[in-house]
């Protein structure tokens, strides 16, 4: 049974830095991996979906990396804004019958502290 | 343009009670997905729909959870005689498609899921 990890579940950094979220999968047949962003009370919104022969995706201040083999993933944010600040959760997408089903971690809570 | 809708926003039940969640899907989207996200963790699978027919309803935690989608567009999670162990926030998603297609080189992809606010669900 697939399993997504994030780590770590909580950060908080001072506004400017460079961040890494990380994302660990158990099964790497896998056929893409996406990134979300979930503020409070809301649904999620989709920042990055890195595709099966991809190995990484970049958008603005994001990039995010794939590597299937090791299981993992990464989602850096450049130069953290007060802005950034919600819950980051990594999902990939199974293989064969199960190809639309998404499986999510339990996400990064992210502060970014003015 | 619109986005995913669900309605209501907040509902709170006593326990014991039928409650019934709506989701207005993006105009033109076939497949429809419902999710449950307990407090702290992420969003786990419900169930799917392409068009009206519910291909998948593996995820639902037990008979009491019933979905449907009778013309292929709005969708209602119902559940009946709820519990505590229910109230969670419940997210609806539509896509264009589903599953793997192919983009020029032969490449697979999918169509990316786009989620509603959710509704958040408090069992007393």
């Known amino acids: 049974k697939q399993e997504v990890t994030q780590i770590p579940a909580a950060l908080s950094v001072p506004e400017g830095e460079n961040l890494v979220l990380n994302c660990s999968f158990t099964d790497s047949a896998i056929y893409n991996l996406q990134w979300f962003r979930q503020d409070p009370g809301k649904g999620l919104t989709s920042l990055l979906l890195i595709q099966s022969s991809q190995r990484e995706q970049t958008s603005g201040r994001l990039n995010a990396s794939l590597d299937k083999s090791s299981g993992r993933s990464t989602l850096y944010i450049a130069a953290s804004q007060p802005g950034d600040s919600a819950t980051y959760l990594c999902?990939?997408?199974?293989?064969?019958?199960?190809?639309?089903?998404?499986?999510f971690g339990s996400g990064t809570r992210l502060l970014v502290r003015p | 343009g619109a986005g995913v809708s669900q309605s209501p926003r907040y509902k709170v039940a006593k326990r014991g009670q039928d409650v019934a969640l709506r989701c207005d899907p993006i105009?033109?989207?076939?497949?429809l997905f419902w999710y449950q996200q307990a407090l702290g963790q992420g969003p786990e699978f419900l169930t799917y729909f392409q068009n009206e027919a519910q291909l998948d309803k593996s995820g639902l935690p037990s008979d009491r959870f019933f979905a449907e989608r009778p013309e292929g567009s709005v969708s209602t999670l119902k559940i009946q005689r709820t519990q505590q162990e229910d109230s969670a926030v419940y997210l609806c998603a539509s896509s264009r498609s589903t599953g793997p297609g192919t983009g020029g080189g032969g490449q697979a992809y999918n169509q990316p899921q786009h989620f509603g606010d959710g509704t958040r669900l408090s069992i007393l």
């Open positions: 105009s033109g989207h076939v497949s």
């Open positions: 999902a990939v997408y199974g293989l064969g019958d199960s190809s639309y089903k998404l499986i």
